[in-house]
């Protein structure tokens, strides 16, 4: 049986239901590699652990440049979009459901979910939305400070630069987003 892992984090609840994206970087391994990647990244670019929107602007951009560049992201970057609904948790769920289904290619998997900022009684609530949907979650974890972790940090970047580019961004945003789509380095789970 294979196991799945995944950082979770989301941005647009301040739009109040007009636009929210949930970004998940999902992999089969113990993820400590792309951990290191992203902290040399990190270092590399400037950004350091700053989440999205609290990075200098070129620092971040430099970042996703190096993430998309790395061949050891591709197919773990993905992103859900989600308009006209408050309902945050059932769509988050939603989202990391259909990314472990079409992770685990149909086979057998046991999945672990960190999801940035979520208490204690949401992981329970998660769990038993996960059991109900047929979705095989051993254990979800809410991560209490995005700047612990780099995973968690990377899905930060992956659903603010989503964000920006769907609320129109300048055009080096959209050609990187355009770029990363088409070599396979962050794909779209549909909403």
């Not at 998940?24 to 391994?29: G, K």
């Not at 993820?31 to 609290?54: D, I, N, P, R, V």
């Not at 309902?87 to 046991?110: E, F, K, M, N």
């Not at 979910?113 to 974890?141: A, I, N, P």
Request: glycine letters at 8%; hydrophobic letters at 35%.
């Amino acid at each position: 049986m294979q196991k799945l892992t995944c950082f979770v984090d989301e941005s647009g609840q301040d739009t109040k239901g007009q636009l929210f994206v949930v970004a998940i970087v999902i992999f089969r391994d113990d993820g400590e590699a792309l951990s290191s990647a992203c902290e040399q990244f990190e270092q590399e670019s400037g950004k350091g652990k700053f989440k999205w929107g609290k990075a200098e602007y070129r620092r971040r951009n430099e970042y996703l440049r190096r993430v998309f560049a790395c061949k050891s992201f591709e197919g773990y970057l993905r992103y859900a979009v989600f308009h006209q609904t408050t309902d945050y948790d059932r769509v988050t769920v939603q989202a990391i459901g259909r990314a472990l289904l079409d992770q685990s290619a149909g086979q057998p998997y046991r999945a672990i979910v960190h999801v940035d900022g979520l208490s204690r009684t949401k992981e329970r609530e998660y769990t038993r939305e996960f059991r109900k949907r047929g979705v095989r979650v051993h254990k979800v974890r809410g991560v209490a400070k995005d700047e612990n972790n780099a995973l968690t940090r990377l899905a930060d970047a992956i659903a603010g630069f989503v964000r920006d580019v769907l609320e129109g961004a300048g055009d080096e945003l959209q050609t990187m987003f355009t770029e990363a789509r088409r070599a396979g380095m962050l794909s779209e789970i549909p909403g």
